[in-house]
């Protein structure tokens, strides 16, 4: 079985800021589609991770735990995610992905 990886990491804007083989689509606050390049034989397996403040920012002490993304659906051709602030609401947030599936 061959297996393909595909990862990014996303701006809050939708735009890349790495990674290939997708776009980004950024369809309201604190929502993203992330659309592959070529589709997956069955629906990858998702990690996302939020990205708070500015990606080379070692320097900021902030940063809420509660800030967080979720994936809200996922199949052979794209995935949704929903990024947020520590009180719950939907903001747009940088987030970085990983999707490892079958070809």
């Not at 061959?2 to 701006?11: D, H, K, L, P, T």
């Not at 309201?28 to 939020?50: C, D, H, M, N």
């Amino acid at each position: 079985m061959a297996q393909r990886i595909v990862w990014g990491c996303i701006n809050a804007d939708g735009s890349t800021h790495s990674g290939d083989q997708f776009t980004a689509i950024h369809s309201s606050a604190g929502t993203y589609e992330v659309v592959y390049s070529t589709r997956f034989k069955t629906a990858p397996a998702v990690i996302l991770q939020q990205n708070f403040e500015d990606w080379k920012n070692f320097s900021y002490g902030g940063g809420s735990t509660m800030d967080n993304c979720v994936l809200v659906a996922s199949d052979e051709t794209k995935l949704k995610v929903a990024t947020g602030g520590g009180s719950g609401q939907k903001t747009d947030r940088n987030f970085a992905f990983i999707a490892v599936g079958e070809v």
